[in-house]
Structures are given as C-alpha cells and as structure tokens.
C-alpha cells in the first residue's frame, strides 16, 4: 500500500470517527435511560474502596505512570485523567486529598488540574507527586506507599515490567489494586498481580463505567463499534482466504460458518 | 466566550491545523500531476512541523516542572517530620553542588545510581517471580491456568537443553501465532481508544477543555 492511499485511508478513518463521536454523544444525550453497557473488572469495587478511604481517613493512589501528555502516549494521559476525575469526584467528601503520581513530567499539570476540577479548591500541590521514570518511579511510589499507606492503588496509563514492584509492595500491605497499562509487558504484570484488572481499549472504556456521563458512554460505544467492524472485517476476509486454500469448502458453507461465528460472537458480548 | 470556551476553541483550531497538516502535508501525489502540488503540500506541511516543534520544547521544559514538584513534596514532607526527605533533599543539593563544581562530571551518578538501579532491577526480579507464584491464588480460574501453564512452556522452551526440543517448538509457535494474536488484538484496541480519545480533544470535548 503506497503512502498516498494509506493517507486518504487515514483521513477517512478520523472523519469517520468525528462523525460517529458526534452523533453517539448527540443520541446519547437523547436517550434518557442507562445504556447497556460492557461491565469492566473491578468497576464495582472502587465506590467500596473510596467509601474505605473516607471511613480510614486514608487517601487513595491514583498512577498515570510514564503517560505524558504531548508525545505518543497522549491519549492515554488524557483517558487517565478523565477516569481520575471520576473517581476523585465520588471521593469529594473524604477529608484526605488523593495522591497522583506521574514520571511524565509535562503529566504533572494535568494531575494539578483533575484535582483542582475534581475534589476541590485548596492546597492539593503536594498530593500530584513526579518521581524519575521507570525503576525510580516503581521504588519511590512503593517507598511512598509505605508512608503514606493508601486506601488503594489504581493504576491507570503507561506502565512497563516495573509495575511488579509497585503491585507486590501493595500486595504485601493489604492494599487492593487495580492495573491497566497501554504496554505489553505492563499489561501482563497488571494481569499476573493487580486484584483486578483492565486490558487495552478498557482503559479507555474505564471513564464511561464510573460515572454517568452521557458522552463518555457514547465514547465507549464507538469504540465497541469499532472494535466490532474490525472483528467482522477480519472474519471474513478469513473465510475468504480458507474458500481460496481448501476447494471442498462451496461458498454457501463459507457463508454458514460465518454467519455461526458471528451469531457466537454476538451471544458471548451481550453475555458479558 | 468564557475561558473554558476559549480553550475549546484554541483546542479545536490547533488540533484540526495539526491533523490536517499530518495527513494532508508532503504528500503531492494527494494534489495530482499539477505544476503546484509539490508547493502546496510543502505549505500544508508547514504547519504541523511547527506547532510539533514548539510540543517538543514544551516537553524539555516540562522537566523543570517535574523537579520543582519533586523539591515541593518533599521540603513539604520535611515538615511534617519524615526524615527520608531530608536525605532526598540533601542528595540533590549534594549532587546539584558537584554536577556545578566538578563541571557535569557523572561519576557520582555511575557510582550511586547506577548500583541502586541494579539492586531495584534485581529485586524486581523476585517481585516478578513471587507475582507469577500468586496467579492462581489471585486468578484461580481457567485463564490464570492458561497464564500459567503458558509461562512455564515459554519458560522451558528457553532453556538450552536438547532434551526440551519438543517443548522448544511448541514454545515457538505460542510466541509466533496465539500471543502475536493476542499482543496484536491489545494494541488495536489501545489504537482504537487513542484515535477516540484523540477526536474527544480535538474536538474540545475532553474535561480539560470543557471547564
């Protein structure tokens, strides 16, 4: 594929996109009752986690990791910060501020300003705390959390291996977790140590299931709609690859075996 | 318009000049055979070139930003009486002093940073090792089976015994086909949620624009 036609691919794919955000979020302020929606591990557990920090007076540790706004991992800088923002809200009445960690440097006045919106004017300048990145970060936020003894930790962004240490000083303290990192080698320590866990596009799905917010719920949808397109594209062009290699195959059996994948596919989603 | 208003709109234009630059700049081809599509990508590529250049020192300044933080929390620490902080403190004076008087000489940071790194990569070894021994309290289900089992066929496949050449292949394949898969299938979601997320600031609809 030359460079010319992956370009007007691209800008199909991102006008494509702004349309469907438009109209999502239009229909989803619309539409009055609550979207069914894809549950997410461990959503259930944070109102328990915030209601345990309020009661302890102990605050909750809120981890962008390396995600820094401005380089490749925007985004998910971005999504952190609304997720962070919906769970510092419901955490609006508990006494001690939340503590954000960043090693992205440029991440820590985006910590400042979701404080700032989210829980409420005052001196909160030293619950965004910047530590040096990788294992630094890893052994200042786990240093940190001895000190400071957070209610729990939820770890939202750009992680590497190093999260292990974050994770087993947490687990070591009783401290409940909950990982997801835009990293491969972060997201399989997150899978192998975090008490709950969210994988790849759930971090970015996470705001919409904490809050109820129309347009983040359109967000979410859009993504699962996507993600559908992609899965029923790739489907078929699968069985058309195998119609090619195995000549028994006819085409109506291609088509059957199609139609039962996707009939499958679709009773597992509505199941989750 | 209000300052959250303003900062939608800025948003919003800065954004969409980018985007368009990006996808539409250096490309002449996407303007035909015409004597003045070489120029006119090369303008449309102008923009984005610059608004990327002023991220990137935006960025290198940033880190100004992260060691005043680093200095605030921790005199703020000090004064409620953790100790720990004064050392920090005290190590960045010290090093800030001979980093100034030894002229940028790095022979501290060979000798200290360098050794606590290696004893922090080390013990992240074992926090690895215990974390893969508690997925089957944490996960005790089929897929923390699966975690598992898949681990230890990788972790034996590596071994360079002939013995395990069975198990070598078998490793092999997991990697080439079923974990390619899946690693695959995670960073087309992340893509997805990054375009997404992206569109949402593009269009100042993200909170940090919308007040």
Redesign the interface.
């Known amino acids: 594929m030359?460079?010319?036609t992956v370009?007007?691919y691209?800008?199909l794919?991102?006008a494509i996109?702004?349309v469907l955000?438009?109209t999502a979020?239009f229909f989803g302020r619309r539409r009055a009752r609550r979207r069914m929606q894809r549950q997410l591990a461990g959503m259930d557990q944070i109102p328990q986690w915030i209601t345990q920090g309020i009661e302890s007076n102990l605050p909750l540790h809120l981890s962008f990791g390396a995600a820094?706004v401005?380089?490749d991992h925007?985004?998910?800088a971005?999504?952190g910060?609304?997720f962070f923002?919906h769970v510092i809200a419901r955490a609006n009445a508990s006494d001690m501020s939340p503590t954000v960690t960043m090693s992205a440097?440029?991440t820590?006045?985006?910590g400042h300003?979701v404080l700032r919106?989210a829980w409420r004017p005052g001196n909160t300048?030293?619950s965004?705390?910047?530590?040096p990145p990788d294992?630094?970060y890893?052994?200042a936020v786990a240093?940190s959390a001895a000190?400071e003894e957070p209610a729990a930790h939820i770890l939202a962004g750009r992680f590497g291996?190093?999260l292990?240490?974050m994770?087993?000083s947490a687990?070591q303290r009783g401290q409940p977790s909950l990982a997801v990192s835009?990293r491969?080698d972060g997201?399989a320590?997150a899978?192998?140590?975090a008490?709950h866990v969210l994988?790849?596009?759930?971090?970015?799905?996470a705001p919409s299931a904490v809050s109820e917010d129309e347009?983040g719920r359109a967000?979410a949808a859009?993504?699962d709609v996507?993600?559908g397109l992609?899965i029923l594209g790739a489907t078929v062009l699968l069985m058309l690859e195998f119609s090619k290699q195995l000549p028994l195959l006819s085409w109506p059996l291609v088509a059957v075996i199609a139609a039962v994948l996707i009939v499958l596919g679709a009773i597992t989603y509505r199941r989750r | 318009m209000g300052p959250a208003g303003m900062a939608a709109f800025v948003a919003f234009v800065v954004g969409v000049t980018t985007i368009l630059s990006l996808l539409l700049g250096d490309n002449p081809a996407l303007f035909g055979a015409g004597p003045g599509s070489d120029e006119l990508a090369r303008r449309l590529a102008l923009p984005g070139d610059v608004l990327l250049r002023l991220v990137a020192i935006v960025i290198a300044v940033s880190i100004v930003i992260g060691i005043a933080n680093l200095l605030f929390v921790h005199v703020g620490r000090l004064a409620r009486g953790k100790i720990y902080s004064a050392v920090m403190l005290a190590s960045f004076a010290f090093t800030m002093y001979w980093s100034i008087t030894n002229k940028g000489d790095a022979s501290l940071l060979e000798a200290v940073q360098v050794p606590i790194e290696s004893a922090l990569a080390a013990l992240l070894f074992v926090s690895l090792a215990l974390g893969g021994s508690r997925v089957m309290q944490k996960r005790a289900d089929i897929w923390g089976l699966l975690f598992v089992a898949l681990v230890l066929i990788v972790l034996l496949g590596s071994l360079p015994l002939a013995e395990l050449a069975p198990v070598k292949a078998w490793s092999d394949w997991l990697m080439a086909i079923p974990v390619s898969a899946g690693a695959r299938a995670i960073l087309l979601g992340i893509a997805l949620g990054s375009v997404v997320a992206g569109v949402r600031a593009l269009l100042g609809q993200d909170r940090a624009y919308r007040g």
């Open positions: 030359d460079e010319t370009q007007v691209s800008v794919f991102v996109t702004v955000v438009y979020r820094g401005g380089g925007t985004p998910a971005l999504a910060a609304e923002h440097p440029a820590v006045p985006l300003d919106r300048l030293s965004v705390q910047w530590y294992l630094a890893a052994g240093a000190v291996a190093e292990a240490l994770l087993d687990d835009e491969l997201q320590v899978f192998a140590m008490d994988i790849g596009e759930e971090l970015f799905a347009g967000d859009i993504l996507w993600r992609i």
